[in-house]
């Protein structure tokens, strides 16, 4: 795997000593390791990062595959607490070997419910710099496809701030919504937005401004080619030069959208920049050009910061490529604009006059509108396909670019990445009021004059501003027949935003509708139980299916903000589901008989029981205890009657309904908890069920009892015993001599797939 222009153009840059360039090479040829971390919740951390360690480990360690030890997962040193994991085993061999198939099982089904991230080690990065803390108002703007917010979402737990997640793509902001579901917050939101557009939102009738952005904006993605080979042979130095105008773009809006105030010396507005790419037209040049064009930043320092991690310092010097040949004959960009009326020559002895009209007049287009060309005409007018900020600054001396930091993934075995961390400084101007025409699109002149030099304008992708229809009407919220004004959207396309947005309306509910207090009375909630923060999604004239909660700030940014303007995909939490309760056939006993069994309640979500923990009463609760869970694991809808006490006159002595079971910490099957675990049930007349997932059921399974004792897992189990047994079969009424281990391999993948049929695995983010 070769790329002569990729070679050509990173050794100019001589991002790393010459001494170091083959290793360099060496390493962006080998396999990218597997990589997790463990997410979730601190006291979850605890009992699956002690599992990995007291359990797999040591199964892995005794293992052997051909006569050979089994490589085994080992911490990534640099990640806090050792919550962070690597694995550098080909996936075949993996899946070979009966301890990897174990130790996979427990990956797929803990990733599942949330407790895992598949992330690639150099995504963990940007969060850790950011600094997050639980009352602060964060923006990621470039979230999709969402492990850097389950990140942030970990740092603010528990949440008195916001999060807000972003992402450009529909398709991709409704993937956040799905990945944050493992995660719930009600400080979270999510929006489909331009990020270099993002508009202001409202908190206390004043702009919100943030405490932490994170920008991981769209890049070339160079730094993935050890697991995107495709790069080798596609790649071109043209799509960073294309990329550079949006990412600036992108900071330069971050930068607008911190708080001012940077008076707290130990907690000062903070961006941080970051890009999968090793081209410094994407990342030292984009840093200089927002901080001559911001005023009242400053690079920090983070060098002590993860001192485990290895890195290198920002370039202060670089040349950018003018054309798919990557020849870089400029040094400068007014050399470059003296040469657009006369040949030069290039590095391999032609002439050329590479930016007439003509030359490469397709560039543009092939990378969808995101070149930064100009076109007049074809009567020998030339075409400026540059910008002033692809080159150095004259002060890029004085912009400390040294302090953004290059990961390189012959250092510690990973992908490539650039980070830069940016804080508010006290200069004054820094201070000053904003121009109202600030969060606007700027209107795009002839010519863009950036750092007063005229470059030409701006080429990017022609797109029609998303636009959607707003109808204020006058709706009952289906609950308690209160008329209230609320915003209805219409079905638009949006060329921005790459698909149609079309949403249910966000209808907060009265704090005293009969049926929330019906359930908030029967869970005995506490008082201080936030009920005004509870809101609907069900469209005008139908019933209402779940009932969401957000916390007081996101409450106030959602009740002050024009929904159309944010394109809200998504906020808070589900923390009740409607259930029907129909009257129950035959006879009943006296306490069941009475109107609550006809009519409407609602039950806890899974996904919502964390936010509703703090408010529980521990003397409703229904105390679980081993023999209790494994019946429920072993069995969808188990009688009252199949459980042994106490557990089982508890739970008949309870209304039908929503109830939570707590298994108190202690001896479980195969391991113990050490801490007492909140789950969901719901009680009918002669049944109770536990209200989770088949996948948190089989993951709660392994890590339990050491095995999938699930109805689904059984299933799977008998499915894959039924393939090998009719492959052996064929085997012998087939007589081929010695198989190949190819197809042998092939046949033990088919069948392990066919196992884990029910699992979606996750896909590594970057």
């Known amino acids: 795997m070769s790329n002569e222009r990729f070679e050509k153009y990173y050794q100019a840059q001589q991002i790393l000593p010459a001494a170091e360039w083959d290793s360099f090479m060496q390493a962006l040829r080998q396999p990218l390791p597997s990589t997790f971390r463990i997410a979730g919740n601190r006291q979850m951390k605890d009992v699956l990062n002690e599992a990995i360690k007291n359990t797999f480990v040591p199964q892995l360690e005794a293992g052997s595959f051909d006569g050979e030890p089994l490589p085994v997962p080992r911490p990534i040193t640099w990640y806090p607490q050792g919550l962070a994991w690597h694995l550098n085993v080909p996936r075949k061999e993996l899946r070979r070997s009966p301890e990897y198939k174990r130790f996979h099982s427990f990956l797929v089904y803990e990733t599942e419910v949330g407790n895992i991230s ?261 009567e020998g007018v030339v075409r400026n396909r540059m910008l002033a900020t692809h080159w150095p600054p004259a002060n890029v001396a004085e912009l400390g670019l040294e302090r953004c930091m290059r990961i390189y993934p012959h250092l510690q075995d990973t992908g490539g990445f650039f980070v830069a961390v940016l804080e508010r400084t006290n200069s004054p101007a820094c201070n000053a009021a904003r121009p109202k025409t600030e969060g606007k699109r700027p209107i795009l002149s002839e010519d863009v004059s950036t750092n007063g030099e005229n470059v030409g304008p701006v080429e990017g992708p022609v797109t029609k501003k998303a636009r959607l229809i707003k109808d204020v009407v006058s709706r009952t919220d289906g609950m308690d027949g209160t008329s209230q004004q609320k915003e209805v959207y219409a079905e638009e396309p949006s060329g ?41 999604r069900n469209p005008e004239g139908t019933p209402v299916r779940s009932l ?71 003397e409703s609760l229904i105390d679980g205890d081993a023999k209790a869970m494994r019946i429920f694991l072993e069995t969808y809808y188990p009688l009252c009657s199949s459980f042994e006490q106490p557990f089982k006159s508890s739970i008949e002595n309870k209304v039908l309904g929503s109830h939570i079971v707590r298994f108190r910490s202690g001896e479980y099957g195969s391991t113990s908890l050490s801490h007492d675990l909140f789950l969901p049930l719901w009680k009918s007349d002669v049944s109770v069920s536990l209200m989770i997932d088949k996948k948190a059921k089989s993951a709660l399974s392994l890590r339990l009892f050491g095995e999938d004792i699930t109805v689904a897992g059984r299933q799977a189990l008998k499915q894959l015993d039924e393939k090998k047994a009719k492959k052996g079969a064929q085997a012998i009424l087939v007589d081929e001599g010695p198989g190949t281990g190819v197809e042998d391999t092939e046949d033990a993948d088919e069948m392990d797939d066919a196992a884990d049929a029910s699992v979606t695995h996750t896909t590594n983010d970057l």
């Open 118 to 378: 598949r992330q690639e080690a150099v995504s963990m990065i940007p969060p850790l710099f950011l600094d997050v803390r639980p009352c602060h108002a964060v923006v990621d703007l470039c979230a999709a496809p969402g492990s850097k917010t389950s990140q942030l979402l970990e740092a603010m737990d528990p949440p008195s701030g916001i999060l807000i997640a972003n992402d450009v793509d529909h398709k991709r902001a409704q993937l956040l919504v799905h990945t944050s579901a493992r995660l719930p917050s009600p400080a979270l939101m999510v929006t489909n937005l331009d990020a270099s557009v993002f508009p202001s939102l409202k908190y206390e009738d004043k702009p919100l401004r943030y405490d932490r952005i994170l920008a991981d904006v769209p890049c070339s993605g160079d730094g993935t080619i050890r697991k995107n080979v495709g790069i080798w042979r596609s790649w071109s130095p043209m799509e960073g030069n294309g990329l550079h105008a949006l990412q600036l773009r992108i900071l330069q809006r971050s930068m607008r959208m911190v708080k001012s105030d940077a008076s707290s010396v130990q907690d000062k507005p903070r961006i941080v920049y970051s890009t999968c790419s090793l081209n410094p037209v994407e990342n030292e040049a984009v840093i200089a050009a927002a901080l001559n064009t911001v005023p009242g930043f400053e690079l920090v320092d983070v060098s002590k910061t993860l001192p485990n991690l290895a890195r290198r310092s920002g370039l202060t010097t670089w040349l950018p490529a003018i054309n798919r040949d990557a020849d870089m004959p400029y040094a400068s960009y007014e050399d470059y604009c003296t040469s657009l009326t006369s040949s030069i020559t290039l590095a391999d002895g032609s002439t050329d006059s590479p930016n007439i009209e003509g030359r490469e007049k397709d560039e543009s287009n092939k990378h969808k509108g995101k070149g930064i060309a100009k076109g007049r005409g074809r």
């Open 496 to 536: 921005e935003t790459g698909g149609t947005f079309k949403e249910n309306p966000f209808t907060f509910i009265s704090a005293d509708e009969p049926s929330l207090v019906s359930c908030i009375e029967k869970l005995n909630l506490a008082p201080a139980f936030p009920r005004a923060n509870l809101y609907v």
């Open 548 to 618: 969401y909660l957000v916390n007081d700030v996101v409450k106030t940014v959602m009740s002050q903000t024009d929904y159309a303007k944010i394109r809200l995909v998504s906020a808070g939490v589900k923390l009740f589901g409607r259930s029907e309760l129909a009257t129950a056939k035959g006879p009943l006993s006296a306490q069941h008989e009475s109107q609550e069994s006809a009519k409407t309640q609602f039950r806890v979500l899974s996904e919502g029981l964390l936010a509703l923990l703090p408010y529980l009463d521990q």
